[in-house]
């Protein structure tokens, strides 16, 4: 008897394997070729990549509207963070609740139901008139937008546990804790995750609307700044950021997943 | 001992109601290897579900050592056909569960869990997670983890009905190496003949549903190993055909 192994890469050949791990790069070098292409051709205003780049570089090392390029992805890095944490405290027990108990479920359900269509942007009206264009209102609106995704996944992550799970808990004598915590949790993580990683993509979309009020800073405040100055380059400077630094809340949250589930990794 | 007397079982629902067991009554010996054969869907899982204390009959009671029991109960294991072990949970975690649930000692679990394991011959998998394992190997866990919880009873659902036909041949010469080795009574599901007549003591053969007993062969003089080519095993396995209802759905 012996262990399995990663189907992807196992018996496979060099070629294989070199395209497993160099396609990713030569699709995003094929991908800024395309830019440049286009940019070049002159069809449309487009900032060519090169362009950008340089850009990148006199805004990192200077300041842009008043402050260093750190300033903003700091503060609005900040502004997704304490929205997605405050969620993931607040909603991801309160998802799992709903799943786990169906009093608090026929209780909390149709009012979550009635919020959740309401796109997060539609807030903005309300929490500018009651707490005014500050901080405060900036995260409140954010946390609008990541707030549902968890609570959601949270709970279809608890309803769909598989009833084999309950029935083995039951015979080897799991207590309702038990069930809660070592069966109905770990059985859950994945979908939780899920949510976690649309909540974060959603994140960075409601951070744009919620830089809009009145701001002075962060990356999406860039780019509505490069919007009203007629100044391309700084909107796509700021489209970059938030792709790279996208990717890297993704990655990290991947490998979150992969500490907290050992049993993934293949 | 656990006696079985006249267990029926209905489903009720709004498209109408379903009988699946009618009136079964079983008493089943000490560290008996107790088969029930039947055919698919014949109500014999429900049966066992109703053993394990995971479905409430619709009348009848289970005694076990003289005392009636309701719901799930320590002195019965099982090991479940699609194996049911937790994928977050490594091998020997698996094993644990029964012992964790009923706040054995760290220590003192690990050290059952262990003797199980090697008994099934998992020695060396302890930390694989079942991901990595085969079909064969997860149903070793599940017996592992059965016997680990230190049941009088072992009910076992069609435990091997998953597995290709040469793991399957593989793991009933098996689980009667560990039977021998830790004797417990076995109560074992299964609709296949030749499987039947290779383990049981006893084969019970079950009717179509609504399930109810339709004979009892009693293989205890045939000894073990059986060869599945010998003349006894033939006649038993025609005579059981012969009685089995073929039926298409």
Known sequence: ?266 | MLEVDHIAKTFFSDKGDTDAIENISIDVKENEFLVLLGPGQCGKSTFLNIIAGLVKPTSGTIKLDGKPITGTDPRIAMVFQKTGLYEWKTAMQNAELGLKYRKVSKAERREIAQKYLDLVGLHGFENAYPHALSGGMKQRVGIARAYTANPEILLMDEPFGALDAQTRYAMEEEILRIWNAEKRTIIFVTNNIEEAITLGDRVIQFTERPATVKKIYDLSSLARPRSQVSPEFLRIRQEIASNEELTLE
């Open chain 1, 1 to 266: 008897m012996k262990l399995k192994t990663n189907p992807l890469l196992e018996d496979r050949s060099i070629v294989y394997k070199f395209f497993y791990y160099v396609g990713p790069i030569l699709l995003i070098v094929a991908f800024l070729l395309g830019w440049n292409a286009v940019s070049a051709s002159g069809n449309v205003m487009l900032p060519s990549p090169a362009e950008a780049l340089k850009r990148m570089i006199t805004i990192w090392s200077g300041n842009v509207a008043k402050h260093p390029m750190t300033y903003h992805v700091g503060i609005s890095m900040r502004r997704v963070l304490t929205a997605l944490i405050f969620s993931v405290v607040v909603g991801v027990p309160f998802g799992i609740a709903m799943g786990w108990n169906k009093t608090f479920r026929a209780i909390f359900k149709p009012l979550f139901e009635v919020i959740r269509p309401v796109p997060p942007i539609a807030w903005v009206p309300l929490f500018t008139l009651w707490f005014g264009t500050s901080e405060f209102s900036r995260v409140a609106i954010i946390t609008m937008g990541v707030f549902m995704p968890i609570v959601i996944n949270s709970y279809s992550g608890v309803i769909m546990v598989p009833e084999i799970n309950f029935q083995v808990g039951k015979v080897f004598g799991a207590k309702s804790t038990d069930m809660l915590f070592d069966v109905v949790l770990p059985s859950s993580l994945n979908a939780i995750f899920a949510g976690i990683r649309t909540a974060l993509g959603g994140g960075w979309m409601v951070l744009l609307a919620s830089e809009m009020l009145g701001a002075r800073e962060g990356i999406g405040f860039l780019i509505m700044q490069g919007n009203s100055a007629n100044d391309l380059t700084l909107s796509i400077v700021g489209m970059v950021m938030i792709g790279f630094f996208g990717m890297l809340f993704a990655y990290a949250f991947d490998y979150l997943e992969r500490w907290l589930c050992p049993w993934k990794r293949k």
